[in-house]
């Protein structure tokens, strides 16, 4: 009698493998990926510090506190959650036909990328809550200034400080995903199309909160539920995108 030894894999193990490749594949690029960002948030960080040197130099000491109030409100940390959207806009449109060329599927493909987006979110997300917490020990670098720990992003503890950079990565992430899976299933025409439905959307939901009187009511909503409220509440579009993502990808042709 022969003994079949063979060992039948599961084909999970497979898929799994597959994913990971995926990720892999898009994490060749580490300099662009990993390095790049913080350099650019880096020199803005810089010129933010030039400023507020400048300020602290020039403004009387009892102005100052008031001037300091008003830098709460900086945006200038807002440059790498774009950075990050426009990250999965080439991700997903650049690297769809190269791995599918590999035999990668395509629900392989965007798994492996969703992993690639959920790893970046985690480091970056990391490294602005390091920095939010060093910006608020030193009560902004000496200079009473904010880039980090600005209102948009305001936490009681480093792990909700987390939390909300995390919940505010994925969704720029997946939104940028959704985005260039329009582009890839319907070229230009569906983004002609993606992008006037979203100023038609827009607008008609600025025209009914006017004509409802409902703007108390919706900063009402942002200031009772926070900013960390607002970033939990932010899982719900991402979610929706990420969905959005993997069924118009699935349906998808590689450019030739």
Known sequence: MTIDTRVTRPATSGA????????RLHLTQKVPLLVLPWLIL???????????????????????VDAAEGMQFSGASTFIFVYMLVVAVQAINAAFPFALGYGV?????????????????????????VLAELERATGGWGLGGAMFDVVFFDADTPLQRFALFLLAFLFFF?????????????????????FAA???????????ATDTGSWPLIGGWFTENGALGVAVWSLVP????AVAGLVLI???TPRT
């Not at 799994?16 to 990720?23: E, G, K, P, S, W």
């Not at 991402?238 to 995108?241: E, F, G, I, K, W």
């Open 238 to 241: 991402s979610t929706a995108a």
């Open 105 to 129: 599927t395509r629900r392989d493909f965007y798994l492996g990328s969703s992993l690639t987006f959920v790893l970046l979110s985690i480091y970056y997300a990391l490294g602005m809550t």
């Open 42 to 64: 880096g020199f803005i960080f810089l010129v933010n510090l030039l400023i507020w040197w400048i300020l602290a130099s020039a403004l009387p000491p009892a102005d100052r």
């Open 174 to 194: 997946f939104v940028g995903a959704a985005t260039a899976a329009v582009y890839v299933r319907w070229r230009s025409r569906g983004m002609l199309v993606f």
């Open 16 to 23: 799994v493998t597959r994913i990971v490749n995926v990720a």
């Open 250 to 252: 699935r349906g998808a």
């Open 198 to 208: 979203l100023a038609l959307i827009t607008v008609g939901l600025a025209w009914l």
